[in-house]
């Protein structure tokens, strides 16, 4: 299926294959996400385990992240999509079929971990220029309306029968494998690197030096990293939270309010599409800080519906935060170290975050710190930390 004169229009054939397989990829990555939690509580493994599953997730990542992002510029970015989708297969047949779950959750982060910087490296493949700030809008609309149903789904499936919800996890990144497919098999973008150890891995932080030194791809890249980071450990809470604060213990009612933030996201990466351009990237940090005054106010929540308002609210902003900053980085990252290194790198900040956070969340977890006092305490940090940054970003 080679395509040498691809479209560049924001709906061609390649660019609705990459949406249509990322959206059943993220579907499936977070209908298993709960799939597994509640394989978690029905085996009785302890409340602070749970974050140590999505902590394994991340350490993928960042054990990766050095090659994955090399692979993804040294072959067709849609195969290499495919083979990503198959390791996330395999790893949910791995849990379906009664093995550790730990085990199943490490082969779905090695196959997420290989399929990001292909998904977002080809996006500056099959478009160029004011579409790429629609594209990663569509990108970011596609994965959050799978987050949506995904998380609905394995929530749901799972209070009524966990191998059924395991199954479906298996068919959907099945199909995703079939939809890589048919995205057109593009050239690399950086063929012939050598594949010893020590070069790739020298290449690798050598891209990590250029993309931190540079001001506008820090910038990005510290940003996103919060956003990542903040995000997967508010996952997690509203799991502790739900039942501590509306008495509700089901797998469903968690997933109905991570929704809402998709909701959320999804209309704030649509705003941010309009009115937001790699000229005008830094309209996007207010947002940022309101992120953190939402949760502050909703941890203090005591009732559904306006903890559902608030989740909406936080993922409005979330979406109109982290879309301008993923297109700024792989726009400076393409002519500096090639996208997929760029995003390799973004992955490897990302996930960062996202242990120290997890890590620290279980921590107070394990500690027996209330949770609304954890959640008040998140917000807060999350606040000033991109004030901080916004600062940084108004004296360069």
Not at 128 to 156: C, F, P, Q, W, Y
Not at 189 to 213: D, E, H
Not at 226 to 248: E, N
Not at 278 to 304: D, K, N, W, Y
Request: glycine share 10%; with cysteine; proline share 4%.
């Amino acid at each position: 299926m080679h395509d040498a004169n691809h479209s560049t229009s924001l709906f061609s054939r390649g660019m609705l294959a990459v949406i249509a397989a990322q959206f059943l990829s993220a579907f499936g990555d977070n209908a298993l996400l709960f799939a597994t939690l509640a394989v978690l509580k029905a085996q009785f493994y302890p409340d602070w385990s749970q974050p140590v599953l999505q902590m394994v997730f991340v350490a993928a990542y960042i054990l990766f992240a050095p090659f994955v992002g090399q692979v993804a510029d040294s072959f067709a970015k849609g195969r290499v999509m495919m083979v990503a989708n198959s390791l996330k297969l395999l790893g949910a047949a791995v849990i379906g079929l009664g093995f550790n779950p730990f085990i199943g959750y490490t082969l779905v982060g090695i196959g997420a971990a290989a399929y990001s910087p292909a998904k977002y490296g080809i996006l500056g493949e099959l478009t160029t220029g004011d579409r790429l700030v629609k594209a990663n809008g569509l990108m970011e609309s596609s994965t959050i309306a799978a987050i949506l149903v995904g998380s609905v789904a394995g929530g749901v499936l799972a209070d009524w029968h966990i191998g059924a919800a395991l199954a479906v996890c298996a068919l959907v990144y099945a199909g995703a494998v079939v939809a890589n497919l048919f995205i057109p098999q593009l050239a690399p973008a950086r063929p012939g690197q050598s594949w010893r150890f020590t070069p790739m891995t020298r290449s690798f932080f050598n891209a990590c030096r250029v993309l931190w030194r540079n001001d506008e791809t820090r910038f990005s890249l510290v940003g996103t990293s919060l956003f990542w980071g903040a995000g997967v450990t508010l996952r997690f809470l509203l799991v502790l939270w739900v039942p501590v604060a509306l008495g509700i213990t089901d797998n469903a009612t968690p997933t109905y309010l991570n929704a809402m933030v998709a909701i959320g996201i999804v209309l704030g990466a649509g705003a941010a599409a309009k009115l937001v351009t790699l000229e005008t990237v830094s309209r996007c940090m207010p947002a940022g800080i309101l992120i953190g005054v939402a949760v502050i106010v909703f941890a203090l929540q005591q009732a559904l519906l306006p903890a559902y308002l608030l989740l909406m609210l936080i993922g409005i902003f979330g979406g109109f935060f982290v879309v301008p900053l993923n297109a700024l980085l792989q726009e400076r990252g393409k002519r500096s170290v090639g996208a997929g290194n760029a995003i390799a790198v973004q992955n490897l900040g990302e996930n960062t975050a996202m242990l120290l956070m997890l890590g620290l969340y279980s921590l107070a977890v394990k500690a027996g710190a209330p949770v609304v006092g954890i959640g008040v305490g998140f917000g807060a940090i999350f606040a000033l930390a991109i004030a901080g940054l916004w600062f940084w970003r108004r004296k360069q």
